[in-house]
RNA sequence: GCCACCAUAGCUCAAUUGGCAGAGCACCUGUUUUGUAAACAGGUUGUUCUGGGUUCGAGUCCCAGUGGUGGCUCCA
C-alpha cells in the first residue's frame, strides 16, 4: 500500500471510468433516461439516473453484459475543453448536467449562500466511445487499462438517492458497481462482503439467542434474551469498575422529565426533530428523555459545590429515547430507545485539560480492551458561519485549543471536522471500522460552557466567589445497543470468555455421567463461572455439534475416565481439543482467562 | 419519511405458474448410552403478514395497510 491519495490512484481512475461506460450502457438501454452523476466511491462507484420506468434484475443483467463488452473493445476517453454555452448546447436535453453546469458557472455556494468555488469560464468534457459527460476527470486513457473481470454491477441491488442528497428532491435510481484493478481483487472483495453478512449481528443475534426485536412491542426496541442481557451487563459492570476505579460516582434518573428541564437546557428547540410528542400529567408537560444531562445538572445544583468538591463525576448508564425515522432502524445500530454509557464531569477550568486527557485514555483502556484498535478520532468544532451553536466565541476557542491539545499531547490519530460540533461546545468522536469497513462513531467527549450557563452551575472558589464549573460529556460506547451490535460484529459472535454467555458446557459421555457432569457444574458456578451441564437425552457428537454452533469458548466432555482421574477433557472454541485436564487445572486457568479479560482460550 | 424489492411452520426454504399447503432442522414421546462436527422410530406445529377485490376456485393476480431488507436523508 502506498501513501497515494485515493484521489490520484489508477483505482480511482478505473472505477470513475467504469461508472461512465456503466453510464453509456444504461443509456442504450434506456435511451430516455437522465443521467445525473456518476463518481468513484470506497470500494467501487456509482451512477444516478431519472429513470422512465422501474429496472429489474434483467436490465442490470443486460447493462453489465453490455458493459463489459464496451470495456472489451479499447475506447478511449478524450478530454475536451468548452464553454458554458457550448456546455449547455452538448446537454440541451440532460437537466441535470445544465444545472451542474450552472453551479459551475455561477461558482458554487454553500447552504448560507457563501461561495465554495470560483465562478467557471470554461468546463472540461470526457468523451468515449458514444457517451459525453460533463467531468472533471481523471479517467483513464482507454477502457483497455479496465478489465472486464474486475468489473461488476450485480453485486449490490440498485436504491433510491436524492439528487443532491436533498430529500426534498428529485428522487434518482442509483446503480452501483464495483471495480477493482484484477479480477483476484474482485474476488476478494467479494469474499469480504460474505464474511460481512456472516457477521451481521442481526442474523447472529437471532442464532446466538441475544435480542430480538417485536413488531408489537414496537421498531427500533429490542428485546434483551437471557443471553444478550448477560452479554450486556458483563459490558456494564466491567466499565462501571473501570469508572470507579477512575473516582466517577453513580447517579441514578428517571426517564422522564418536566418539559421545562428541556427548555433550561436548551434542548427543546434543538431536538424538536427527535423527540417524541410531550405527555400530559396533570397538566404538566413530560418528555420521555432524550439525553441525561439535564438530570444531572440537577443533581449538581442540589447542593452548595465548593471547589475542593470538583471535579465531580457523575455516571449512569442512562436510557433514552430520540424519534428515528422509520427507514433508519437497523439491528441494534440504529434503535428509536438506547441506553447511554453516559457521564458528566463537573469541573473548575483549571482541571479541564487533565479531566478531558483522562477521559480519552479511559476511551483509549475500553477499546484497548476489545481488541478494537481500527480507529480514528474526530474533532468537530463549530462552523463559524452557522447560527446553530450556542455560547460565547471565546469559551468554544478554549474549548477547541484544549481538545486539540490533549489529543496532540496523547498522540491521537486525529482530524478536524467543521460544523460537527455539538451545538452547546466542540466534541472529539472516536470513529471505529468494522467488518465492512463502515465507519461508527462510538465514543464522544464533549466539552461544555453552555449547560453550567443555562443551568446556574456554581462552586465557591478559594477566594470565595462565586464560579461557573466547566462540564465534560462523555460515553466510550456511545449507546450500549450500538455498541454491543457492533461487538457482535467485531468478534463474529465468538466473544472472549469473559464476555461470552456461556462460558462452558459440560457433555457427559453416557448417561451415567450426568451426576459427574453435575458435580462439575455447581464447582463451576460457585467459582463464578456461567456453564451449563447438558444431560439431554442425545448423544454426545450431536452436543459437541450443537454448542459449536453457539460458540461456547470452552466444551468439557467427561467419561468414566475422567470421572476416575477426577479430570475434564477440555475442547476449545476452534476445535483444539486439549486432552484431559485436571479439574483443578482447568479451573484455575479458564478462570486466570476471564479475570485478565484474555481473548485467548488455551490454558 | 422517500425509492425499490420482499413476506408460506420457531428457523431455512418448496408448492409443476390460478386447482387438496409440504421438506429439513427445531420441538414432543419412546427406544438407544455412544471419548470429540447430526443415533433410530413415531408425533405436534399454519387465519400462507392483515384487510379488501378479481375468479367456479387465490399461497399464486390486483388494491390498501403492516412488517422486513437494500439504499437516500438523518444519527449515539
Same mark, same amino acid.
Given at each position: 500500500?502506498?501513501?497515494?491519495?485515493?484521489?490520484?490512484?489508477?483505482?480511482?481512475?478505473?472505477?470513475?471510468?467504469?461508472?461512465?461506460?456503466?453510464?453509456?450502457?444504461?443509456?442504450?438501454?434506456?435511451?430516455?433516461?437522465?443521467?445525473?452523476?456518476?463518481?468513484?466511491?470506497?470500494?467501487?462507484?456509482?451512477?444516478? +439516473?431519472?429513470?422512465?420506468?422501474?429496472?429489474?434484475?434483467?436490465?442490470?443483467?443486460?447493462?453489465?453484459?453490455?458493459?463489459?463488452?464496451?470495456?472489451?473493445?479499447?475506447?478511449?476517453? *478524450?478530454?475536451?475543453? &468548452?464553454?458554458?454555452?457550448?456546455?449547455?448546447?452538448?446537454?440541451?436535453?440532460?437537466?441535470?448536467?445544465?444545472?451542474?453546469?450552472?453551479?459551475?458557472?455561477?461558482?458554487?455556494?454553500?447552504?448560507? @449562500?457563501?461561495?465554495?468555488?470560483?465562478?467557471?469560464?470554461?468546463?472540461?468534457?470526457?468523451?468515449?466511445?458514444?457517451?459525453?459527460?460533463?467531468?472533471?476527470?481523471?479517467?483513464?486513457?482507454?477502457?483497455?487499462?479496465?478489465?472486464?473481470?474486475?468489473?461488476?454491477?450485480?453485486?449490490?441491488?440498485?436504491?433510491?438517492?436524492?439528487?443532491?442528497?436533498?430529500?426534498?428532491?428529485?428522487?434518482?435510481?442509483?446503480?452501483?458497481?464495483?471495480?477493482?484493478?484484477?479480477?483476484?481483487?474482485?474476488?476478494?472483495?467479494?469474499?469480504?462482503?460474505? $464474511?460481512?453478512?456472516?457477521?451481521?449481528?442481526? &442474523?447472529?443475534?437471532?442464532?446466538?439467542?441475544?435480542?430480538?426485536?417485536?413488531?408489537?412491542?414496537? /421498531?427500533?426496541?429490542?428485546?434483551?434474551?437471557?443471553?444478550?442481557?448477560?452479554?450486556?451487563? *458483563?459490558?456494564?459492570?466491567?466499565?462501571? $469498575?473501570?469508572?470507579?476505579?477512575?473516582?466517577?460516582?453513580?447517579?441514578?434518573?428517571?426517564?422522564?422529565?418536566?418539559? $421545562?428541564?428541556?427548555?433550561?437546557?436548551?434542548?427543546?428547540?434543538?431536538?424538536?426533530?427527535?423527540?417524541?410528542?410531550?405527555?400530559?400529567?396533570?397538566?404538566?408537560?413530560?418528555?420521555?428523555?432524550?439525553?441525561?444531562?439535564?438530570?444531572?445538572?440537577?443533581?449538581?445544583?442540589?447542593?452548595?459545590?465548593?471547589?475542593?468538591?470538583? !471535579?465531580?463525576?457523575?455516571?449512569?448508564?442512562?436510557?433514552?429515547?430520540?424519534? #428515528?425515522?422509520?427507514?433508519?432502524?437497523?439491528?441494534?445500530?440504529?434503535?428509536?430507545? +438506547? *441506553?447511554?454509557?453516559?457521564?458528566?464531569?463537573?469541573?473548575? !477550568?483549571?482541571?479541564?485539560?487533565?479531566? +478531558?486527557?483522562?477521559?480519552?485514555?479511559?476511551?483509549?483502556?475500553?477499546?484497548?480492551?476489545?481488541?478494537?484498535?481500527?480507529?480514528?478520532?474526530?474533532?468537530?468544532?463549530?462552523?463559524?458561519?452557522?447560527?446553530?451553536?450556542?455560547?460565547?466565541?471565546?469559551?468554544?476557542?478554549?474549548?477547541?485549543?484544549?481538545?486539540?491539545?490533549?489529543?496532540?499531547?496523547?498522540?491521537?490519530?486525529?482530524?478536524? #471536522?467543521?460544523?460537527?460540533?455539538? +451545538?452547546?461546545?466542540?466534541?472529539?468522536?472516536?470513529?471505529?471500522?468494522?467488518?465492512?469497513?463502515? $465507519?461508527?462513531?462510538?465514543?464522544?467527549?464533549?466539552?461544555?460552557?453552555?449547560?453550567?450557563?443555562?443551568?446556574?452551575?456554581?462552586?465557591?472558589?478559594?477566594?470565595?466567589?462565586?464560579?461557573?464549573?466547566?462540564?465534560?460529556?462523555?460515553?466510550?460506547?456511545?449507546?450500549?445497543?450500538?455498541?454491543?451490535?457492533?461487538?457482535?460484529?467485531?468478534?463474529?459472535?465468538?466473544?472472549?470468555?469473559?464476555?461470552?454467555?456461556?462460558?462452558?458446557?459440560?457433555?457427559?459421555?453416557?448417561?451415567?455421567?450426568?451426576?459427574?457432569?453435575?458435580?462439575?457444574?455447581?464447582?463451576?458456578? *460457585?467459582?463464578?463461572?456461567?456453564? /451449563?451441564?447438558?444431560?439431554?437425552?442425545?448423544?454426545?457428537?450431536?452436543?459437541?455439534?450443537?454448542?459449536?454452533?453457539?460458540?461456547?469458548?470452552?466444551?468439557?466432555?467427561?467419561?468414566?475416565?475422567?470421572?476416575?482421574?477426577?479430570?475434564?477433557?477440555?475442547?476449545?472454541?476452534?476445535?483444539?481439543?486439549? @486432552?484431559?485436564?485436571?479439574?483443578?487445572?482447568?479451573?484455575?486457568?479458564?478462570?486466570?482467562?476471564?479475570?485478565?479479560?484474555?481473548?485467548?482460550?488455551?490454558?
Amino acid at each position: 500500500m502506498s501513501d497515494q491519495r485515493y484521489e490520484d490512484s489508477q483505482l480511482y481512475k478505473i472505477r470513475h471510468s467504469a461508472a461512465h461506460v456503466m453510464a453509456e450502457a444504461m443509456l442504450e438501454r434506456f435511451p430516455e433516461a437522465k443521467i445525473a452523476i456518476g463518481p468513484p466511491i470506497e470500494d467501487g462507484f456509482y451512477y444516478d +439516473f431519472d429513470l422512465p420506468t422501474a429496472i429489474n434484475d434483467e436490465d442490470i443483467k443486460w447493462v453489465e453484459k453490455r458493459m463489459k463488452k464496451l470495456l472489451a473493445q479499447s475506447h478511449r476517453f *478524450t478530454l475536451h475543453e &468548452v464553454t458554458p454555452a457550448q456546455a449547455r448546447e452538448i446537454f440541451h436535453d440532460q437537466p441535470y448536467k445544465l444545472e451542474l453546469i450552472d453551479d459551475l458557472v455561477n461558482g458554487r455556494l454553500d447552504d448560507n @449562500g457563501g461561495p465554495i468555488a470560483a465562478p467557471a469560464e470554461k468546463l472540461t468534457i470526457y468523451t468515449q466511445s458514444n457517451f459525453t459527460d460533463l467531468c472533471r476527470g481523471p479517467h483513464v486513457e482507454s477502457t483497455k487499462e479496465i478489465n472486464p473481470k474486475a468489473v461488476s454491477i450485480s453485486l449490490r441491488r440498485p436504491a433510491g438517492a436524492y439528487w443532491r442528497g436533498d430529500e426534498k428532491r428529485q428522487q434518482l435510481t442509483r446503480i452501483y458497481g464495483t471495480a477493482w484493478q484484477t479480477p483476484e481483487e474482485l474476488r476478494d472483495y467479494r469474499a469480504r462482503l460474505e $464474511e460481512a453478512i456472516k457477521r451481521d449481528h442481526r &442474523v447472529l443475534g437471532e442464532k446466538l439467542d441475544l435480542f430480538v426485536i417485536d413488531p408489537m412491542v414496537g /421498531k427500533g426496541l429490542p428485546l434483551w434474551l437471557p443471553n444478550g442481557a448477560v452479554l450486556r451487563d *458483563t459490558l456494564e459492570r466491567w466499565l462501571r $469498575e473501570i469508572q470507579i476505579e477512575r473516582g466517577y460516582l453513580p447517579v441514578v434518573t428517571p426517564h422522564l422529565g418536566n418539559i $421545562e428541564l428541556y427548555k433550561t437546557s436548551g434542548h427543546y428547540p434543538y431536538y424538536a426533530d427527535s423527540q417524541y410528542s410531550p405527555i400530559d400529567v396533570d397538566g404538566d408537560e413530560f418528555l420521555l428523555r432524550p439525553m441525561n444531562c439535564p438530570h444531572h445538572c440537577r443533581i449538581y445544583s442540589s447542593q452548595p459545590r465548593s471547589y475542593r468538591d470538583l !471535579p465531580l463525576r457523575y455516571a449512569e448508564f442512562g436510557t433514552v429515547y430520540r424519534y #428515528e425515522q422509520s427507514g433508519e432502524l437497523r439491528g441494534l445500530t440504529r434503535v428509536r430507545g +438506547f *441506553t447511554v454509557d453516559d457521564a458528566h464531569l463537573f469541573v473548575r !477550568p483549571d482541571q479541564l485539560l487533565g479531566e +478531558f486527557m483522562a477521559v480519552v485514555k479511559l476511551i483509549q483502556h475500553v477499546f484497548g480492551s476489545l481488541g478494537m484498535t481500527d480507529f480514528r478520532a474526530r474533532i468537530g468544532t463549530r462552523d463559524a458561519d452557522s447560527d446553530k451553536y450556542v455560547g460565547d466565541n471565546q469559551l468554544w476557542e478554549e474549548a477547541t485549543a484544549a481538545i486539540v491539545s490533549a489529543c496532540e499531547t496523547l498522540g491521537l490519530d486525529y482530524h478536524i #471536522e467543521e460544523g460537527e460540533a455539538a +451545538f452547546y461546545g466542540p466534541k472529539l468522536d472516536f470513529i471505529v471500522r468494522d467488518v465492512l469497513k463502515r $465507519e461508527w462513531q462510538l465514543g464522544t467527549v464533549q466539552v461544555d460552557y453552555n449547560l453550567p450557563d443555562r443551568f446556574d452551575l456554581e462552586y465557591v472558589d478559594s477566594d470565595n466567589e462565586r464560579k461557573r464549573p466547566v462540564m465534560i460529556h462523555r460515553a466510550p460506547f456511545g449507546s450500549l445497543e450500538r455498541f454491543i451490535g457492533i461487538l457482535i460484529e467485531h468478534f463474529a459472535g465468538a466473544f472472549p470468555a469473559w464476555l461470552a454467555p456461556v462460558q462452558a458446557v459440560i457433555i457427559p459421555i453416557r448417561e451415567s455421567h450426568n451426576d459427574y457432569a453435575v458435580e462439575v457444574e455447581d464447582l463451576l458456578k *460457585t467459582r463464578g463461572m456461567r456453564v /451449563k451441564a447438558d444431560l439431554q437425552n442425545r448423544n454426545m457428537r450431536s452436543k459437541i455439534k450443537q454448542h459449536r454452533r453457539m460458540n461456547i469458548p470452552w466444551l468439557l466432555i467427561v467419561g468414566d475416565r475422567d470421572i476416575e482421574n477426577r479430570t475434564v477433557s477440555v475442547r476449545l472454541r476452534g476445535d483444539e481439543d486439549l @486432552g484431559a485436564m485436571a479439574l483443578a487445572e482447568f479451573v484455575g486457568g479458564a478462570r486466570e482467562r476471564i479475570d485478565s479479560y484474555s481473548q485467548e482460550l488455551g490454558l
